[in-house]
């Protein structure tokens, strides 16, 4: 392999605006890797100007948020440095893609922590194409300064030989929420929340929520024209929020979620996005004027959870509508048949069992188990799983498979086939049922994306035998 090949081939595709973040850095004789990678980033403190006298200190990826735009190609080798200038250790999850367990980025797998100060080298080869993402996968237990609390998250875009749609223009939109703090879950918060939690314990809520890290209306509107195609990638990078989004006047074609086609590219009014979900949508615009793209609850909105949409020669305050309905319903995208039969089946229930030993915080539980003293699931190279995930508790839960896309196969009652994803909600007391093929030998963690609950039990490990 040709280094110098793949740094030129890889670097030619990194945008304009993203490119100096990007530029590969000298590194010390302290062991660091050698030889320069294709892309480097840098774990650092930074101070974000979110909302006028708004700064939230946080730590990113080489200083901004979202962290650099990674545009790689599927099947082509590619080394990433990532140096860790803060006081903690920390990892990078590369979310979505099909690696090795020592690059995918999880401890629990056996990829290794980057001490404070020391740069690692991540390589591996992109796969599948598709709209992944990068994010910290370090630990937080309860220190809200740390994890995916802060700005580490980015859009790692994954581009395949073919574009399945045309458009005239592309945007990527990252949701996060910022100045958390632990709140009590009294019921006019519960109203609130658009996690909707029914559990007893403690919670997190937060001040500001931004859209590319500015509130609504702070930042540089989304600049459309009349008539155009506009494909949207959207991101929910938050720590634990579930979100909703709507955009009045305009609805959203949903051709991906999670980086992967849809079997059904419905058209929708809404977008409901768990935490780690992503969706690619198609809007076209034909609604000219100034519009509000952000939460469906005004709440969200007032905290910032928006961007204003401007079409060109329009002027004014952005407008906003409430949808006729905010439901969200993932069979509509996939196929009604039910999906070819598994080899074995994992049935795994989850539960919130409240504070236990020392920890204030509630404990999660699968099987009556939890991380780190619960027993891997042992799977066979070549077969086929199904993971018949049965919420037994109040809340959402975001439910993530490493290393693997699996293929939704139930929602509730309906047998479904064709959505394949790697990052599925399941609702409160609901069961979800999920395949994948065990291809992809080694250590895979599947855990629940809400940080506060993968933190507290909320994980396991899937081991291959053979
Ligand atoms: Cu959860």
Redesign the pocket.
Known sequence: MNRRNFLSATGSLVAGSSLHALMPRMFAADGSPAGKPDFSLRIEPCTLDIGPGVSIKTVAYSGQVPGPLLRLRQGVPVSIDVTNATANSDIVHWHGLAIDSLNDGAMEEGSPMIPAGATHRYSFTPNPAGTRWYHTHASSYGDLSLSTYTGQFGFLLIEGRDRPEKYDHEINLAIHHWEPSFVPMVETMREQSSNMPLTSGSDVGYKYATINGHMLGAGEPVRVKKGQRVLMRLLNASATENVVLALPGHTFQIIAMDGNPVPNPRTVETISLAVAERVDAIVKMNSPGVWVLGSVLEKERRIGLGIVVEYAGKKGDPAWNAPASTDWDYTQFANAAAASKPDETFTLT?RDIGPTGKSTFDT?TINNKSWPKIDPLMVQRGKRYRLVLRNGSG????IHLHRHTFEVTRIGEKQISGLRKDVINVMPLDTVEVDFTADNPGDTLWH???QL??DYG?MQLIRYSE
Do not use: I, L, S, T
């Open positions: 989850f999660w809340d959402q839960h975001p629940c994306h809400q609950h993968m909320f």
